[in-house]
């Protein structure tokens, strides 16, 4: 399926969402935008089939931050750089944090601003060898946004955040998985093949479970321990609830593979 900038593929119970704009590396601009929050909706109508999204990027690059072309034409103090926040890029991220299904986001080049926030909203994060991460904004005056300076200190600490936006220099992706921002690197030529692999071992899994695993990780920074004991129980009380437990319980009892239905 094609939409602005943005194809849409699917793989059994696997869905593939690309950036592709390859003329400007997949930088994101509001039409892209559009085209994401489209092919969400398509995946929103196939919920009960998709079981993973796959988040990459065509070409060279996975995303390198926000569409500049046109911006130097804006006078001193007059254009409003936040604007498209609120309107475009965080309702895509709300719809991300929110989603249905495991994320895994397949890094195959360079992820420059806002496209480091995309790629860090994968509950996995694979990456190619020689791909990078870059807190672009210092370049051009601005600072970070798409939630980098709420997902960066959770994931690395303050010290190298504040590093990586103040500086502005290159992370590659081997410093990356030293420094626990992304969960596995590849040789560029196995990245789509061991992504996919991946991809499709989370779709064939127990997914409301995962579904409610994500849940609790993205609130348990921000809830007291007390809060999380609170959510455990909720969600191990809809997980027992769904036919998948009770698939789990049984193959494991039987000495074989679960065959998880997503229900």
Known sequence: MQFKHVTLDFDGPVAVLKLDHQEVMNAVSIDML???GEALDAIDEKKAEVR???LTGAGRA????ANLQGRNNQKPGKSN???SLETAFHPFLRRLRNLHCPIVTSVNGPAAGAGMSFALMGDIILCARSSYFLQAFRRI???PDCGSTWLLPRLIGKARSVELSLLGERLPA????????V???YDDAALTEETMKLAHELAN???IALSLIRKMYWESPDNSFEEQLNLEFESQRLAGSAEDFKEGVTAFLEKRPAKFKGK
């Open 174 to 181: 081997e410093k990356a998985l030293e420094w626990g921002l």
């Open 52 to 54: 993973c999204l796959v």
């Open 81 to 83: 750089a936040g604007s």
């Open 183 to 185: 969960n596995r690197v």
């Open 62 to 65: 996975f995303c390198t931050g």
């Open 205 to 207: 899994g127990p997914t």
């Open 141 to 143: 005056g601005l600072v």
């Open 34 to 36: 559009g085209g994401l």
